[in-house]
């Protein structure tokens, strides 16, 4: 099992930019799929982004091509989610996840996919 906790959250002017880091304890970080999610008020969880555990192959939906960027270090146990160019819409709780059976590559988009959860940064971005 992994416990994951992320941090970096907070408030931010439309424009600008924040880093989101996930720590995970616990065995097999390496083997694991990571991805970020995250879930506004009144809406679905959405797929913001994920890295595979063989080779960092990464994944975003075209909505956030070119604005945010995920990445790993496994010698540290931690995910990285770096957001630029932030917009209101982008106001929600981030969430880190972790697919402990990973299938294929690139990595899962879909939430069903990943089994371990963090609680959750808040992200807010103000215009």
């Known amino acids: 099992q992994v416990q994951l906790v992320e941090s970096g959250g907070g408030l931010v002017q439309a424009g600008g930019s924040l880093t989101l880091s996930c720590a995970a304890s616990?065995?097999?970080?390496?083997?694991?799929?990571m991805a970020w999610f995250r879930q506004a008020p009144g809406k679905e969880r959405e797929f913001v982004a994920a890295?595979?555990?063989?080779?960092?192959?990464?994944r975003y939906p075209d909505s956030k091509k070119g604005r945010f960027t995920i990445s790993r270090n496994n010698a540290k146990n931690t995910v990285y989610l770096q957001m630029n160019d932030l917009k209101p819409e982008d106001t929600a709780v981030y969430y880190c996840?972790?697919?402990?059976?990973?299938?294929?590559?690139?990595?899962?988009?879909?939430?069903?996919?990943?089994?371990?959860w963090g609680q959750g940064t808040r992200v807010t971005v103000s215009s």
């Open positions: 616990g065995r097999g970080f390496s083997d694991y799929d």
């Open positions: 996840a972790a697919d402990g059976e990973p299938f294929g590559s690139p990595p899962s988009p879909s939430f069903r996919d990943y089994e371990y």
């Open positions: 890295i595979s555990w063989k080779d960092n192959v990464t």
